[in-house]
């Protein structure tokens, strides 16, 4: 079965320190993969994405994930956290292509210590 | 702004009256998405359309859920006779070169 899976429901770091969000998935198929991120009462804004080749990518607002075929990991990463980073990720798997609908994992709801 | 438009951002109804909500792509992007999100979910695939044509439907979508695409343009999702269940944020998404850009989704809360 195709599945998403964020271990973690609810992480708090203090502001400046590292972040590592986990995502596992389940997939027939080469995915596409993704993390979006959720700020309360809004849609869904693209941190970044990965297609293929470069295993580590490079998003929006200083984040990078890095694919991992063989442990089928997308984990998220940002060096230094800000206070504005508080929000929920999600992390998504699709088809290659133009075409197919997107799974998702829980998420992960991020809160940031002053 | 040229991102994804949905209307109304929150819509408060009666358990049993039908709702309509519509979405508005990004201009040229071909491929609609409509997804649903409960209360610390993820969001749920409901339906796509590819142009006018509605391609592929989840079992999520029951016979009360109807959705269209006229002229390949914007896009309704309506729900009858609408279940305290149904309440959710629903999601809509346009697509370019493999990425879904959602809008900022309308809450629906059915009491």
């Known amino acids: 079965a195709q599945s998403v899976t964020q271990p973690d429901i609810h992480i708090t770091v203090s502001e400046g320190a590292s972040l590592e969000l986990r995502c596992n998935y389940s997939y027939g198929a080469t995915p596409y993969l993704f993390w979006y991120v959720q700020s309360p009462g809004q849609g869904l804004q693209l941190l970044l994405k990965?297609?293929?080749?470069?295993?580590l990518v490079q998003g929006i607002k200083g984040f990078e994930a890095e694919f991992k075929r063989s442990q089928s990991s997308f984990n998220l990463r940002k060096p230094s956290v800000h206070w504005s980073d508080a929000a929920e990720y999600f992390c998504a798997v699709g088809p290659g292509g133009s075409q197919g609908n997107l799974i998702f994992g829980k998420g992960t709801k991020l809160s940031v210590k002053p | 702004d040229t991102g994804v438009s949905q209307n109304p951002r929150h819509k408060i109804t009666k358990r049993g009256q039908n709702v309509t909500f519509r979405c508005d792509p990004i201009s040229e992007h071909n491929r609609l998405y409509w997804y649903r999100q409960t209360l610390g979910q993820g969001p749920e695939f409901l339906t796509y359309f590819q142009n006018e044509a509605q391609l592929e439907k989840s079992r999520l979508l029951s016979d009360r859920f109807s959705a269209e695409r006229p002229k390949g343009s914007f896009s309704t999702l309506e729900i009858q006779r609408t279940e305290q269940g149904d309440s959710a944020m629903y999601l809509c998404?346009?697509?370019?070169?493999?990425?879904?850009?959602f809008g900022p989704g309308t809450r629906l809360l059915v009491l």
């Open positions: 998404a346009s697509t370019r070169e493999g990425t879904q850009y």
């Open positions: 990965y297609f293929s080749g470069d295993t």
